[in-house]
Structures are given as C-alpha cells and as structure tokens.
C-alpha cells in the first residue's frame, strides 16, 4: 500500500509540475505574440488587417484566463496520434487567435468575446479527451497491407507524373505562384490525387519507413514529397517531413523532456520574439518573420476576426459551402459570388480586394463563424472533438511513434482548412478508419 501510494503521490507531482509548464510556456507564447504585434505585426502588415489596440484590463484578463484554462488542459507531451493534433491547433490557432482578436479592435471585448468563449469551451473539451503517454511499442500494419499502401502510392504518383510531367521543375521561391498556376488540378479526379498522394500515401510511407527501419520506403516518402513539390509547389510538402522526422527522432529519445508539449511551446516563444527583434538587421529573421511568425502564427489567428466580421455582416453560410449540404440548406446571399463556396476566394475579394488569393482559415473559424457564427463555433468544435475521441479510441492498439506520424499532416491541415476538407480531401475519414478496421501485425510477431 505504501509503494502504491508513494507511486501515486509522485505521478500526482509530476503532473502539477507538467500542468505548471504549460502554463507558464503558453502564458509566454501569448505574450510573445503580443510583443510581435507591436514591433513587427502592425507597423509592417497592418495594411492587411493587423490593426493595433491598446488593450483594456478587461481585454488582458480575458486573454489570461482563457490561455490559461487551456493550457492547463492540454497534453503534457506531444506523443500519440490526439496529442500531436491538438498542439498543432494550440500553437498555430488558439493562442494567436485569442491574442490577435482582442488586439486589433477598440470594441473588441464586446465583439469578439462571446465566439472566442465558445471556442474555448469546445476546444477544452477537446483536450479532455487524449491520455499522457510515453511512446509505446503496439501493432502495425500487416506486410500485405503495407505493399498495398505501396502499390496505391506508386499507382497515384505515375498518374500524376502523366498528367503535369510537361510543367514539372523546381521553382524558386519568385517563381512559387506560377508553378502553382501551372499544376493546378484540371478536374476533381486530380484534385483528390493531388492531396491523397501528398498529406496521406507519402507521409504514410515515410512513417512506416522511418518505424520500421525500412531505408527504401524512406526514400519513397520522400521522392513523393519532391514530386509534389515540383507540381504545386507548396511550401508545406518541405516542411512536412522535416517536422515528422524530427518527430520521430522526439519519440524515440530516451529523455522525456523532449517529449514535453511545454518544452515546444516555450522554444517558439523565445524564437518569435528574437524573429521579430532582428528582423530588419537579419537575413535569417527576416526570413523567419514572414513565413513563420506573419504566416504560420499570426494570420491563423486574424481569420479568426475577420471572418466573424465578414459573414456577420454578409450572412451566415449554414454550411451550404459544404459539399453535398448545399443540397439541402438554402443558399446564402454569398452564394451569388463568383468564387463560391470557396470561402477563402470570397475572403480574399471582399476583406482584402484580391479575389485571386486565398485567405483559407482553421475549421472554429470557416466551419464555425462562417456557417453560423457563435452556435457555429460551438457545433463544429463538437464535432471535432468527437472526431478526434474516435481516433484516439481507434490508435489504441497501434504502435505510438507510428500514429503520431500519421496524424502529423492532418494536424498541419486543420491550422488552416476546413474540417469536412480535412476529413475527405486529405485524409481525416480515411486515416480514422484505416486505424479502426485495418488488420495488425503485433509486435511479438513481427
């Protein structure tokens, strides 16, 4: 009883001083983000929304108590398929939305308070639903099914390769656009081809390579990568597997603080106020300022406001500019626009007069404020957590390193797409379903 007790005494310990960790990494991300909106957000980008108020103290402390209930919630350690998830939404989504919103409006309090409770609410409960662990060796794919995957990729990867092989390359990064220009999707078939080969067959590919010590699948993955780099030309097929490699080498560190969700918050903090310090005096922070702070934190956490503003005022969608519930919800006002129901194209042409460029948002805020505004938040926040309850239900018998892996890319998806995009076009249903039915090799034999 004693042994039983001191073990549960200590596990009681090592939680507080996780729960402490997180709370105060993201008590200084948010005050990291407030210092980038000050010295580098507003005065070079306000033009495209970043506005700067002084908050009030009702401001602050709203800001303070909804980090912090979060925070405190969250996963301690980044390992396991639901975890992995829901710190891509915290770092990317949450905290720079909460911040962001109560910043760029006098009223904003009053505006914007109510959808970021609703977000909170359900993004808590979110965070309830995942368990602490230690990476673990489960099941893995039978030998059958793994040549499948395979077959599946090598089969996509020659479709693709017949179809833009003419307007391949390697663009640099003046010339990103025009290759995306020039590999667009002719037709829906490709379209799906495009994102099943580049968030599903290659990152699965590439995770059962580096889990299974199996140097040509690696190799795969990555040429999967490369060849979608060199047709659409998205930044995110670079990043992706440099993130899940050195995820996997995370997992598979015999010291537990690198797994820490905390360590990771804490580590952006310091790297977005240095960012925004040395921008203008460093070609490697200039760099870094653009794409990692203004791109990757901060406009997640502007859409979030600006697409309140915008559907609020143009009506509400209902979730008409989901596919197939167009069939049955009456159309909005909005649907008369030429780019509908592509949010992001209608975004971009009335918030920013641009309606070439896609201003895409996360799941609260264009599956949430833009269909039906706080009750929206609330359905779709819902939603999401009883997704992700079944894939955490679904990755138990799995090997840890292995789903973690997986989930790495529809974790990025979620920072800035739609859920029922995220479910369908890149693998959300698809990555769910496999870890629900598909047959396992244990470890005892493999």
């Known amino acids: 009883m004693a042994l039983a007790g001191g073990a549960t005494t200590r596990e009681e310990s090592l939680g507080r001083t996780a729960n402490g960790a ?23 980008w306000e033009y495209y929304g970043f506005t700067y108020t002084l908050p009030s103290i009702r401001e602050v402390l709203l800001a303070v108590v909804l980090v912090a209930a979060i925070s405190l919630a969250m996963p301690h350690t980044c390992a396991g398929a639901a975890n992995i998830v829901l710190l891509s939404l915290y770092i990317a989504v949450f905290v720079p939305t909460v911040v962001v919103s109560l910043l760029v409006a006098e009223d904003s309090f009053a505006r914007y308070g109510p959808s970021l409770l609703a977000f909170a609410a359900v993004f808590l409960i979110a965070c309830m639903i995942p368990r602490d662990r230690a990476p673990q060796e489960g099941a893995f794919f039978t030998p059958r099914l793994e040549r499948w995957m395979l077959i599946a990729w090598l089969a996509v990867a020659l479709y693709l390769v017949a179809q833009f092989h003419s307007v391949m390359s390697l663009p640099g990064l003046d010339d990103i656009y025009q290759q995306r220009a020039a590999g667009a999707a002719p037709d829906v078939l490709t379209a799906y081809a495009q994102t099943y080969f580049s968030a599903v067959l290659s990152p699965i590919l590439l995770a059962i390579g580096m889990v299974r010590r199996r140097i040509v699948w690696v190799v795969a993955g990555m040429i999967g990568f490369i060849l979608y780099f060199m047709i659409v030309a998205s930044r995110t097929t670079i990043l992706l597997p440099l993130v899940m490699m050195g995820l996997f080498a995370v997992l598979k560190s015999p010291w537990p603080v690198l797994r820490s969700s905390a360590l990771y918050v804490a580590i952006l903090s310091v790297l977005v106020a240095w960012v925004v310090q040395h921008e203008e005096s460093n070609r490697i922070a200039a760099l870094l300022a653009q794409y990692l702070v203004f791109r990757t934190v ?105 789903t973690t892996l997986l989930l790495v890319p529809l974790g990025l998806t979620f920072t800035n797409g739609q859920f029922f995009t995220a479910l369908l076009s890149f693998g959300g249903a698809f990555i769910l379903l496999l870890l629900w039915f598909a047959k396992t090799l244990t470890p005892s034999a493999r």
């Open 22 to 44: 997180m709370l105060a990494a993201g008590l200084t991300y948010a005050a990291s983000v407030h210092f980038a909106m000050t010295v580098y957000l507003n005065p070079v």
């Open 298 to 402: 901060a406009l997640p956490g502007l859409m979030f406001s600006q697409y309140y503003d915008l559907f609020t005022a143009e009506g509400f969608t209902w979730w008409s500019h989901v596919k197939g519930a167009s069939l049955i919800v009456p159309q909005p006002f909005l649907a008369e626009h030429p780019a509908w129901p592509g949010l992001g194209y209608i975004v971009g042409d009335l918030v920013y007069s641009k309606p070439v460029n896609n201003h895409n948002a996360n799941l609260y805020a264009s599956d949430g404020l833009a269909a039906a505004g706080v009750a929206g938040v609330i359905l779709i926040g819902l939603a999401f957590a009883l997704w992700l309850k079944l894939l955490e239900r679904s990755a138990r018998k799995w090997d840890t390193t292995l």
